[in-house]
């Protein structure tokens, strides 16, 4: 599958976004509210429309995209351990 130019855009900027929070050593909370807004856009144009294996390449080929994918996995699965506890 090939990505429109939207979904090409999308990857491009949080992977550049990224990049520039790693490299300034951001932390997650901030990371996280200043992506936000994209969050809504990677459900409905990635994660509902690219095939898993196609997507995990571009993870592999934009690293900044890997690391807030990363970020957002570790979160889902810190609010899943503590809704099990309560």
């Known amino acids: 599958?090939?990505?429109?130019?939207?979904?090409?855009?999308?990857?491009?900027?949080?992977?550049?976004?990224?990049?520039?929070?790693?490299?300034?050593?951001?932390?997650?909370?901030?990371?996280?509210?200043?992506?936000?807004?994209?969050?809504?856009?990677?459900?409905?144009?990635?994660?509902?429309?690219?095939p898993k294996k196609e997507f995990e390449l571009y993870c592999h080929e934009y690293k900044g995209l890997f690391h807030f994918m990363k970020m957002l996995e570790n979160l889902a699965r810190r609010i899943e351990s503590s809704a099990t506890l309560i």
Request: proline content about 2%; glycine content about 0%.
């Open 1 to 50: 599958m090939s990505l429109s130019s939207t979904q090409l855009e999308l990857i491009q900027t949080i992977d550049k976004k990224m990049q520039s929070f790693l490299s300034n050593k951001a932390n997650e909370e901030c990371i996280l509210l200043s992506m936000s807004e994209y969050m809504p856009s990677i459900k409905e144009e990635l994660l509902d429309k690219v």
